[in-house]
T-cell receptor
Framework: AQSVTQPDIHITVSEGASLELRCNYSYGATPYLFWYVQSPGQGLQLLLKYFSGDTLVQGIKGFEAEFKRSQSSFNLRKPSVHWSDAAEYFC????????????FGTGTSLTVIP | NAGVTQTPKFQVLKTGQSMTLQCAQDMNHNSMYWYRQDPGMGLRLIYYSASEGTTDKGEVPNGYNVSRLNKREFSLRLESAAPSQTSVYFCASDRNTEAFFGQGTRLTVV
């Protein structure tokens, strides 16, 4: 069965520090991969996605993610975190089969301290 | 551009009551989804609809029914609400495997 693992439930970083959020997936082939961000009381917003090609993907708000097939990972990074980045981050896989089912990780809550 | 619109935003039900959560998208997407979000569990797929007239069960369909009324609208019904259905519900639609989400419905069953 497919699964998405985000091993870090909560991360705290200082403003201006670098950030890496981890995501691992379990699936027989390479799925479509996504990172979403959710601010309090809001829906999910897409940060970036990977379908194929270049394994380093650039997204909005200065985020990037790198797909590593050998590690079944798709980690999210940002070189310098801003206070407005405090939110919940979800990794997701999309399975292109009869309706494009999406499976989400349990999320990582990011706190940014001044 | 409204995107995906969910109503209501908040709802409190008594155990055993029924209600329908409404969702509409104006992006002409074929696929639509209902998820529930619970603390520490991420988003779990309840039902999805690959196209108008079709619906399929997701991970956690028990206690729910859906209707894909037309291409725009996809409703979720709780026939007899239970406290375990207290959650935040998100509707989504997708284009080229990119999902767009509504703002969510916070449902409390007492």
């Amino acid at each position: 069965a497919q699964s998405v693992t985000q091993p870090d439930i909560h991360i705290t970083v200082s403003e201006g520090a670098s950030l890496e959020l981890r995501c691992n997936y379990s699936y027989g082939a390479t799925p479509y991969l996504f990172w979403y961000v959710q601010s309090p009381g809001q829906g999910l917003q897409l940060l970036l996605k990977y379908f194929s090609g270049d394994t380093l993907v650039q997204g909005i708000k200065g985020f990037e993610a790198e797909f590593k097939r050998s590690q079944s990972s798709f980690n999210l990074r940002k070189p310098s975190v801003h206070w407005s980045d405090a939110a919940e981050y979800f990794c997701a896989v999309g399975l292109p089969q009869g309706g494009n089912q999406f499976y989400f990780g349990t999320g990582t809550s990011l706190t940014v301290i001044p | 551009n409204a995107g995906v619109t969910q109503t209501p935003k908040f709802q409190v039900l008594k155990t055993g009551q029924s209600m329908t959560l409404q969702c509409a998208q104006d992006m002409n997407h074929n696929s639509m989804y209902w998820y529930r979000q619970d603390p520490g569990m991420g988003l779990r797929l309840i039902y999805y609809s690959a196209s108008e007239g079709t619906t399929d069960k997701g991970e956690v369909p028990n206690g729910y029914n859906v209707s894909r009324l037309n291409k725009r609208e996809f409703s979720l019904r709780l026939e007899s609400a239970a406290p375990s259905q207290t959650s935040v519900y998100f509707c989504a639609s997708d284009r080229n495997t990119e999902a767009f989400f509504g703002q969510g419905t916070r449902l409390t069953v007492v």
